[in-house]
């Protein structure tokens, strides 16, 4: 198994092959990769088993295989898919990949990566003058976006783009008593324990515990600025019963509902 790496190190020798394929759902294949090779979907998914190791390919994930790895593929999803074959000329870099294994990119969110690849299986279709220093061209500049895309999802920035629909979600529908993790990450469009790692890294606690302050901060809005009891405020802000706002209440600020607002009523 390798580490991921940054592919656009890749120092490029040659390109064999560029084709667009849309394997029926179920199909299923195991071999040993000629090449190194890039698996680029727009559509559907397929999973690439190497070792003990399940990786992913979608329109989320573009997959790095290297030249010399033992595989089975698995399409779970039929959609469109481009593989890549190439080799490269690093020797160094040739001897860490040889046998390898798989990396995965991610490249949520991103176009531009489906309109290069589509400009290079044109060129490589073409086979005019000049195509191959052409197709090399578009090569690199390929696997440069798929580097910036995903050093950039990776980041701290990039990882709010991917729960950013979600927050805003959670902050127009606060009151709904139905706003739980599984439901957030499918509105992102991500796994439920990514989306869990990326809200921890993003906002240095779990989704609930954000949903819970979000609301709580609500309920002091409503304590301080309307009529409403305990009872009604609990239910306008989420909670199943008042019970059990106050208790997540007064573990967040130390106070009972109805001491805050009088302490910071009086204050007013």
């Given at each position: 198994?390798?580490?991921?790496?940054?592919?656009?190190?890749?120092?490029?020798?040659?390109?064999?092959?560029?084709?667009?394929?849309?394997?029926?759902?179920?199909?299923?294949?195991?071999?040993?990769?000629?090449?190194?090779?890039?698996?680029?979907?727009?559509?559907?998914?397929?999973?690439?088993?190497?070792?003990?190791?399940?990786?992913?390919?979608?329109?989320?994930?573009?997959?790095?295989?290297?030249?010399?790895?033992?595989?089975?593929?698995?399409?779970?999803?039929?959609?469109?898919c481009t593989v890549v074959e190439f080799d490269v000329t690093d020797a160094e870099l040739v001897r860490d990949?040889?046998?390898?294994?798989?990396?995965?990119?991610?490249?949520?969110?991103?176009?531009?990566?489906?309109?290069?690849?589509?400009?290079?299986?044109?060129?490589?279709?073409?086979?005019?003058?000049?195509?191959?220093?052409?197709?090399?061209?578009?090569?690199?500049?390929?696997?440069?976006?798929?580097?910036?895309?995903?050093?950039?999802?990776?980041?701290?920035?990039?990882?709010?783009?991917?729960?950013?629909?979600?927050?805003?979600?959670?902050?127009?529908?606060?009151?709904?008593?139905?706003?739980?993790?599984?439901?957030?990450?499918?509105?992102?469009?991500?796994?439920?324990?990514?989306?869990?790692?990326?809200?921890?890294?993003?906002?240095?606690?779990?989704?609930?515990?954000?949903?819970?302050?979000?609301?709580?901060?609500?309920?002091?809005?409503?304590?301080?600025?309307?009529?409403?009891?305990?009872?009604?405020?609990?239910?306008?802000?989420?909670?199943?019963?008042?019970?059990?706002?106050?208790?997540?209440?007064?573990?967040?600020?130390?106070?009972?509902?109805?001491?805050?607002?009088?302490?910071?009523?009086?204050?007013?």
């Amino acid at each position: 198994m390798i580490k991921n790496f940054d592919i656009a190190n890749l120092v490029l020798e040659s390109i064999y092959d560029v084709r667009r394929t849309s394997h029926p759902t179920g199909t299923q294949t195991e071999t040993v990769a000629p090449h190194c090779a890039l698996v680029i979907r727009k559509g559907g998914r397929s999973v690439y088993k190497h070792g003990k190791h399940s990786y992913a390919a979608s329109g989320d994930k573009v997959l790095f295989i290297a030249k010399g790895t033992p595989y089975s593929m698995t399409v779970e999803k039929s959609g469109e898919c481009t593989v890549v074959e190439f080799d490269v000329t690093d020797a160094e870099l040739v001897r860490d990949l040889e046998g390898g294994g798989i990396c995965e990119y991610v490249i949520t969110g991103d176009k531009t990566i489906y309109k290069l690849t589509k400009s290079l299986s044109q060129y490589f279709g073409l086979r005019g003058p000049a195509y191959f220093s052409k197709c090399l061209s578009e090569l690199y500049s390929l696997i440069t976006q798929i580097s910036t895309v995903h050093a950039y999802n990776h980041s701290l920035a990039g990882k709010y783009g991917l729960i950013h629909s979600s927050v805003k979600f959670i902050e127009a529908n606060y009151a709904r008593q139905d706003l739980y993790t599984p439901m957030l990450a499918e509105l992102s469009g991500i796994g439920e324990t990514y989306y869990r790692n990326i809200f921890l890294a993003v906002f240095d606690m779990p989704p609930a515990r954000y949903i819970q302050l979000y609301r709580v901060g609500k309920a002091k809005e409503l304590l301080l600025n309307s009529n409403c009891n305990v009872e009604e405020i609990a239910v306008a802000v989420g909670f199943a019963n008042a019970s059990y706002f106050c208790k997540v209440f007064k573990s967040l600020t130390g106070m009972t509902p109805s001491e805050f607002a009088h302490k910071c009523g009086s204050l007013g």
